[in-house]
């Protein structure tokens, strides 16, 4: 069972990392608070990992920090709540929100996220209201909005996570384009869970 991993970061993109360790590349899918937090290519990363073994699959799941991968962990011990839709939740909305929200019967705010119906909302309060003794720091801006081209490099990313997430390509760009208007000053987090709002 792998639960960490030490390597050098080969690729990244919004949704997963290949991380290289001991020679092994290992391919992992991340959150978006992961994603902000990773280096550049070439630099080393560390990264908390759940392994979940299926009867068809072997995947992992990196966190950047240990409360993530606790809360993820959580989350899919809720009955309909499998590692996509978790990963998901922990996209939409930041880790520390996402608890007070669920701590606090927000039903409006859990069901913003892509993925999250009503019922599995009251699930989430239901199974996880007592269980979640964690203290999570809020969510850290990283980096500026790239004030590039009309399609920046950012706006790539986003847009990718999106679809990654199950949204059609011109519903994600114009989710995008919602998320800019409202954030000018965004950074990858900030308007990524804007445009997850846009894109319900």
């Given at each position: 069972?792998?639960?960490?991993?030490?390597?050098?970061?080969l690729e990244k993109h919004p949704n997963l990392v290949v991380l290289e360790a001991g020679g092994v590349?290992?391919?992992?899918?991340?959150?978006?608070?992961?994603?902000?937090?990773?280096?550049?290519?070439?630099?080393?990363?560390?990264?908390?990992?759940?392994?979940?073994?299926?009867?068809?699959?072997?995947?992992?799941?990196g966190f950047h920090t240990p409360e993530e991968k606790l809360l993820?962990?959580?989350?899919?011990?809720?009955?309909?709540?499998?590692?996509?839709?978790?990963?998901?939740?922990?996209?939409?909305?930041?880790?520390?929100?996402?608890?007070?929200?669920?701590?606090?019967?927000?039903?409006?705010?859990?069901?913003?996220?892509?993925?999250?119906?009503?019922?599995?909302?009251?699930?989430?309060?239901?199974?996880?209201?007592?269980?979640?003794?964690?203290?999570?720091?809020?969510?850290?801006?990283?980096?500026?909005?790239?004030?590039?081209?009309?399609?920046?490099?950012?706006?790539?990313?986003?847009?990718?996570?999106?679809?990654?997430?199950?949204?059609?390509?011109?519903?994600?760009?114009?989710?995008?384009?919602?998320?800019?208007?409202?954030?000018?000053?965004?950074?990858?987090?900030?308007?990524?869970?804007?445009?997850?709002?846009?894109?319900?």
């Amino acid at each position: 069972m792998i639960a960490h991993l030490r390597g050098t970061v080969l690729e990244k993109h919004p949704n997963l990392v290949v991380l290289e360790a001991g020679g092994v590349g290992y391919e992992l899918t991340i959150p978006v608070s992961t994603f902000s937090r990773l280096p550049e290519a070439g630099k080393e990363a560390r990264l908390r990992v759940h392994t979940h073994v299926r009867e068809d699959a072997f995947l992992l799941y990196g966190f950047h920090t240990p409360e993530e991968k606790l809360l993820f962990e959580k989350l899919i011990t809720v009955s309909g709540i499998g590692p996509k839709v978790a990963i998901t939740a922990l996209s939409g909305i930041a880790p520390a929100d996402l608890v007070n929200a669920i701590r606090n019967a927000d039903l409006a705010q859990l069901t913003r996220i892509s993925g999250i119906g009503k019922k599995t909302a009251e699930r989430m309060v239901v199974e996880l209201r007592d269980k979640l003794d964690i203290a999570i720091a809020g969510s850290t801006a990283i980096g500026a909005l790239d004030k590039g081209p009309q399609l920046s490099e950012l706006e790539q990313d986003l847009i990718s996570a999106l679809v990654n997430l199950g949204s059609q390509r011109a519903n994600a760009e114009a989710a995008v384009r919602k998320a800019k208007a409202a954030l000018p000053d965004g950074d990858f987090e900030s308007l990524f869970r804007k445009a997850m709002e846009a894109v319900r």
